[in-house]
T-cell receptor, first 116, second 113 residues
Framework: EPEVTQTPSHQVTQMGQEVILRCVPI?????FYWYRQILGQKVEFLVS????????KSEIFDDQFSVERPDGSNFTLKIRSTKLEDSAMYFC??????????????FGAGSRLTVL | GNSVTQMEGPVTLSEEAFLTINCTYT??????LFWYVQYPGEGLQLLLK?????DKGSNKGFEATYRKETTSFHLEKGSVQVSDSAVYFC????????????FGRGTSLIVHP
């Protein structure tokens, strides 16, 4: 069964440091996403990516965040200068179709970010 | 905007008990509705879905019926097992949100032997 792979599984960083979270989506999927979940809260949408550019982003996805697909397989989320409130579980997901109603996502296991 | 509200957890049950996890939604347009499940140490995975009113999604003994009149998509299972212990997420995608899935906060289910 194809799967989405995320690394690292857990990262601890100091406030103000840059963090890069990595994801390898399913190879024939065209749409890629980052979500996050702060402990005890909703799974929140951050950004979607299609055809090598951002297609949608939420209010959370400010100038501190960026995404990139540096090669044909990896999809990365960068946080430039981490804040305490960035501590969360970050989920990468991919899907085959971005529209047509039943947009089913395949998720990775998540990267837990702890900012001290 | 789109939103999903699901019941607070944890839900704690004995094996073979009946399960209901409530989910209601607000959406622009006609949403598709989903339940995802997250087992410990794993990512969210699709459990079942329904794409139009009165559709029933089902998988692994779980069922949910798309109720447009009550804007609900409650998850049910007649007899839970210890292996069903996980976090369950209700979600929707709709044209009003460019089909980007909106999730609830998740409900933790703990099943005791």
């Amino acid at each position: 069964e194809p799967e989405v792979t995320q690394t690292p599984s857990h990262q601890v960083t100091q406030m103000g440091q840059e963090v890069i979270l990595r994801c390898v989506p399913i190879s024939n999927h065209l749409y890629f996403y980052w979500y996050r979940q702060i402990l005890g809260q909703k799974v929140e949408f951050l950004v979607s990516f299609y055809n090598n550019e951002i297609s949608e982003k939420s209010e959370i996805f400010d100038d501190q965040f960026s995404v990139e697909r540096p090669d044909g397989s990896n999809f990365t989320l960068k946080i430039r200068s981490t804040k305490l409130e960035d501590s969360a579980m970050y989920f990468c997901a991919s899907s085959e179709f971005g529209e047509a109603g039943a947009n089913v996502l395949t998720f990775g296991a998540g990267s837990r970010l702890t900012v001290l | 905007g789109n939103s999903v509200t699901q019941m607070e957890g944890p839900v704690t049950l004995s094996e073979e008990a009946f399960l209901t996890i409530n989910c209601t939604y607000t959406a622009t347009g006609y949403p598709s509705l989903f339940w995802y499940v997250q087992y410990p140490g794993e990512g969210l995975q699709l459990l079942l879905k329904a794409t139009k009113a009165d559709d029933k999604g089902s998988n692994k003994g779980f069922e949910a019926t798309y109720r447009k009149e009550t804007t609900s998509f409650h998850l049910e299972k007649g007899s839970v097992q210890v292996s069903d212990s996980a976090v369950y997420f209700c979600a929707l995608s709709a044209s009003g949100g460019n089909y980007i899935p909106t999730f609830g906060r998740g409900t933790s289910l703990i099943v005791h032997p």
